[in-house]
C-alpha cells in the first residue's frame, strides 16, 4: 500500500522517488515501509532515529520542511542505501494520524533542483493523513488479531485447566468418599449378617459410625475446597489470615490491611495465596514465609515470599507425577482475568517471591478507555 502510495506521489508531483517512512513508536526510529524503484527492495532495512535526517526532524516536530538544496541544510544526513548524492532538492510532510499524532514521514525527492511549493506539501499532508489513517487501523487490525490468539489461548487452557481440576475431584471423591461408602457398606454387612450377636454388631455398627463421620470429613473438605465459603463471611483479610494458620513447616509472618474488593476479586487473590502457600509448603523448604496485603494508590498488592530454595520459573513446567504443572500457570490466569497482574520473582539459593498486584479501579477505566 506505501509503495502505491509512493508510486501515485511521485507522478502527482513530477518527482522522481518518493519514500514512507513509518514511526515505531516503541524504538524511537523510523522505518522505511515504502519507496518507488530502484528502492523498493530496502523497505524493512533503513532506520532512521527520530531527530535525525530531514524525516527524523519532521517526525519529531510534526511538521513539513521544504529542503531545495539539501547539502545546505543541516538537518539532511547521507544515508548510502538511498543514493542522496543522485537528488537535490526534497520536501518532507509528517503523517499524522488520529489527535495530530505522528506515525511516519512522506520523503520526495527531485534530481534537478527545485522548490516545492505550498501546493506540493497541501497534496502530500492529504495524502498523508490518509496514510496515517491507514498505518492506524492496519496496527489496531493487528492488535485485534493478537488479542483474539490470546484469548483463544486462554480457552483452551481454561478448559484443560477445567479437566485437571475435575481429574483432581474425581481422585478426591474415589479416595475419600467411595472408599470409606465401601467399607461402611462392608461393616453393615457384616453387622446383618451377625444379627444374632449383639457384640459384633455394635462392633461393627461403631466401625460404620467411625467411617461415616470420616466421609463425612472429606465430603466437606471437598465442597470448601470448591468454594472457599469463609471469604463470604469473613472477607479477604480474615480468610488468608485463617489460611496462614494451615501452613505446616515455614514461620509464617502476616501482615494485613483490611479491604473489601469485588467478590470475583477475592476469590481470585485467596486462591492465588492458597496455591503460592501450598508452593512454599511443597517445594521450598523455607524456614520463614511471609504473606502480605496491601493498599496503596487505590490499588491492591498480595505479597507471598518464602526464604527457601528458589527456582527458575519457566514455561511448561512439570509436577512431580509428570502431568503439566497448573499452579503458577493458573495463578497467573486468575490474575489476568480480574484484570491483576503477576509476577514471580525466583532465583535458586534465594527465595521466591509472588506478587499480585489490582489495580485501583480509576486506573482500570482508563486502561479501558485506551484499549478502545
Ligand atoms: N515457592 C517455591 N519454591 C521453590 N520452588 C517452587 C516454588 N513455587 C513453585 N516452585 C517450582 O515451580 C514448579 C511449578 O510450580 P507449580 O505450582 O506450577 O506446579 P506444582 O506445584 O509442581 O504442581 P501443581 O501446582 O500443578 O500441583 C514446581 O514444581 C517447583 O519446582
Ligand atoms: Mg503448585
Redesign the pocket.
Known sequence: MAEQVAVLVVEATESDVCFVHVLDDARQVLVLMGATPPFTNLSGTVELALGDGVAGWVALHAEPAVVPDKWKDDRYVYIPELRGEEYESLVSVPLLGRGQKVVGVLNVHSQKPRRYGNHDVALLSQVGDLLARTIENARLYERLAEREAILEQFAARTVEAQEIERRHLAGEIHDGISQPLISLWYHLNAAEAFASDPAVVAHELGKAKDLTSAALDEARGAIAGLRPSVLDDLGLGPSLESLAHTVVGPEVEVDITASRLPSHVEVALYRIAQ?AL???M???SASRVTLQLSTSHGGVQLVVE?D????R?AQG?R??NGDP?????GMRERAELVGARLQVT?TPGTG?RVLVEFPAPSSLQSSTTRAE
Open positions: 496455591e501450598q508452593n512454599v511443597k517445594h521450598a518464602d527457601g530454595r528458589g527456582f520459573p513446567a509436577n512431580r504443572a497448573y499452579g503458577l500457570a525466583s521466591t
